[in-house]
């Protein structure tokens, strides 16, 4: 059987949080569009990588989803920030001025030029790679479902949420609510929600019977709601028109930055090359060997239809 990779999601920082993971960034919030001088309208991307040089800061946009990248207090952590923070340190870029916005915003956002680079571990997907180019994978990750403790309905996959006619919560834009189609799942048994909490919260109140994510968010999900009557079950590998679903992930830029994607690329294969530094650097999210992504994993070949 052929298989094909895919993704769902997430994911900066400034030179201080390249190895240590968090970094605290002024202007959490902030947004500001670069410009050509005197004419008010925004710059080609051309040589970005240059400019972004020049001005010492690189606008990334995220969606707050751990442990991919998200805000605590006014810090960043998670892998994006710290992976994309090694990776822009070491291409003469310190500083990651971050833009907190909705997973469904990321990508209107960057064609938009509120921000140059998404940090949100968004899934690989051909519908994307028409709209925008990805950086290689960074990682991989297959899917799971969180359920309430002791699994009442006795589901273990996407297929088995179709059988048992099980309403299944999918965060809003995020590849899941494909995978659950393609199992059977109906339109109607699927629910949007906006966060990952939104999940914890969605089950404990009995509003969905489960809620599929990567793994390694779930996991870090159940962590944080430390106590919660809800558990996570083991991975599987959706499958999608014959193929098997990995979920890599990856940086995202706007159509024209391919010097800049190239440059980045050019980084993150080094890091993914090294399997003791890359736990060095993202290990504390749950991020392990498994994770890294096999050096046959092509953006390329995962943006085919």
Not at 138 to 166: H, I, Q, Y
Not at 189 to 209: E, N
Request: one cysteine or more; proline letters at 6%.
């Amino acid at each position: 059987m052929s298989e094909r990779s895919s993704l769902s999601r997430r994911g900066f920082l400034s030179r201080t949080a390249a190895v240590g993971g968090l970094a605290a960034v002024p202007g959490l919030l902030a947004a500001c569009s670069r410009t050509q001088a005197g004419t008010g309208a925004p710059t080609g991307d051309g040589d970005l990588l240059a400019t972004l040089r020049k001005q010492g800061y690189v606008r990334v946009g995220f969606a707050g989803e751990a442990p991919y990248g998200y805000r605590d207090g006014n810090e960043l952590a998670g892998e994006a920030p710290t992976l994309h923070g090694e990776i822009f340190t070491a291409l003469g870029v310190p500083e990651l001025r971050p833009t907190l916005t909705d997973f469904g915003a990321l990508i209107p956002g960057l064609t938009a030029d509120r921000f140059d680079v998404v940090s949100a571990g968004m899934a690989i997907t051909p519908d994307r790679c028409r709209k925008v180019i990805f950086s290689e994978p960074e990682f991989v990750s297959p899917t799971a479902l969180m359920v309430r403790e002791g699994n009442p309905k006795g589901l273990s996959d996407l297929l088995s949420c179709a059988r048992e006619k099980a309403t299944v919560g999918v965060l809003s834009a995020a590849v899941e609510a494909d995978y659950a189609d393609a199992a059977g799942v109906p339109l109607t048994s699927v629910k949007s929600l906006a966060k990952q909490q939104d999940g914890v919260d969605a089950l404990l109140a009995d509003r969905i019977d489960a809620f599929a994510l990567t793994g390694i968010s779930l996991r870090w999900l159940a962590r944080t709601n430390d106590g919660a009557a809800v558990e996570v079950l083991d991975p599987f590998l959706p499958v999608v028109g014959g193929r098997r679903q990995y979920s890599p992930g990856g940086a995202v830029f706007r159509p024209g930055a391919t010097g800049l994607r190239d440059a980045f690329n050019k980084e993150l294969g080094k890091i993914t090359a090294d399997p003791g530094r890359y736990t060095s650097l993202i290990g504390k999210y749950g991020f392990t060997k498994a994770e890294v992504p096999p050096a046959t994993l092509r953006t390329a070949q995962l943006c085919k239809a």
